[in-house]
């Protein structure tokens, strides 16, 4: 994973925000598609997709998500990337699932390296890893 693509990634996280505004108007983007990896109790690795994050991740904490989560609880959103369509999330969500464990925790590593030069660019992070979903679009 380049870190141009996940600038380009932390950006469009940027906008998707709520509270976005374009020239003092609420910006009217696309539907955006999130590919995440939550870190479970265990350490383990879980990788899906979304349209709402938050909600996503409050069903998996709830034990309606995915069969995985229900055995291996979920504690954190450690990684985010956008896509503007389906299928594009559909094929990045493949694609890490095929991953090791350790090429998994690279792609994390890297993606909080380049938050750090988002935010030493003068961007505000709406994406970051938190020990509980609450709160992300706050």
């Known amino acids: 994973t380049s870190y141009k693509h996940l600038l380009e990634t932390l950006y469009l996280l940027h906008r998707a925000h709520p509270n976005y505004t374009n020239n003092g108007k609420k910006s009217k983007m696309a539907k955006t598609y999130f590919v995440y990896i939550i870190r479970c109790q265990d350490r383990s690795l879980y990788t899906g997709y979304t349209t709402d994050i938050k909600s996503r991740f409050e069903a998996h904490e709830a034990g309606i998500g995915a069969k995985y989560t229900r055995a291996h609880k ?26 090791s464990k350790q090429q998994k925790e690279q792609i994390i590593k890297d993606y909080l390296n380049a938050r750090e030069i988002y935010k030493k660019n003068g961007f505000s992070i709406h994406a970051r890893p938190v020990s509980k979903i609450y709160g992300y679009f706050s």
Do not use: F, G, T
């Open 74 to 99: 979920p504690v954190e959103v450690v990684y985010l990337e956008c896509y503007e369509s389906r299928s594009l999330a559909m094929s990045r969500e493949c694609i890490i699932k095929a991953l």
